[in-house]
């Protein structure tokens, strides 16, 4: 016997995506606040998947981080539409250096629900890499939000 497909979820409310919106700048500024260092990928993956789960159109975040690794900005830097969003490594650069960052860690979402990365992910991680490096900023990761999947570039050796 098949078990039974699940149904998604329908898309969130105005309401209750403004309570989520709430809900992370708290999160976020905690994690600012505690000094807690971003070296766990599922603390990461945890964060993300509450920050980009449930958009209906592609977002591509910027998590800064100090040299110990420590959360110093996160920022939405790129909305698109459903299915792309065109990323410029000027500004991802910039805001790097306006909160002085050690590292980064790139995300985006898929609103398709498709987890897997394309090979445009890939081409612009190498692209954000190189140019962060320029500036002494560590790429650490790329993380890809699809539903509640989440995919690193890191753990599959894509970065």
């Known amino acids: 016997m098949n078990a039974p497909t699940p149904h998604p979820l329908p898309p969130m409310t105005p309401?209750?995506?403004?309570?989520?919106?709430r809900a992370m700048r708290l999160i976020e500024s905690r994690l600012r606040h505690a000094g807690e260092a971003m070296t766990s990928p599922t603390?990461?993956?945890d964060l993300l998947r509450l920050r980009m789960a449930g958009l209906e159109r592609e977002h591509f975040d910027l998590l800064l981080l100090d040299?110990?690794?420590?959360?110093?900005?996160?920022?939405?830097?790129?909305?698109?539409?459903?299915?792309?969003?065109?990323v410029y490594p000027r500004e991802v650069v910039k805001l790097a250096l306006r909160f002085?960052?050690?590292?980064?860690?790139?995300?985006?979402?898929?609103?398709?629900g498709f987890i897997e990365p394309s090979r445009a992910d890939e081409l612009l991680t190498?692209?954000?890499?190189?140019?962060?490096?320029?500036?002494e900023v560590r790429l650490l990761d790329h993380f890809i939000i699809?539903?509640?999947d989440v995919l690193s570039f890191a753990e599959r050796g894509l970065i």
């Open 15 to 21: 309401a209750e995506l403004a309570i989520i919106r």
């Open 43 to 45: 603390l990461v993956k």
């Open 67 to 86: 040299a110990q690794n420590r959360l110093v900005h996160v920022e939405t830097l790129f909305v698109g539409t459903l299915t792309q969003t065109s």
């Open 100 to 112: 002085n960052a050690g590292a980064a860690i790139i995300c985006h979402n898929h609103s398709s």
């Open 126 to 135: 190498g692209e954000l890499k190189k140019a962060l490096s320029l500036v």
């Open 146 to 148: 699809a539903g509640n």
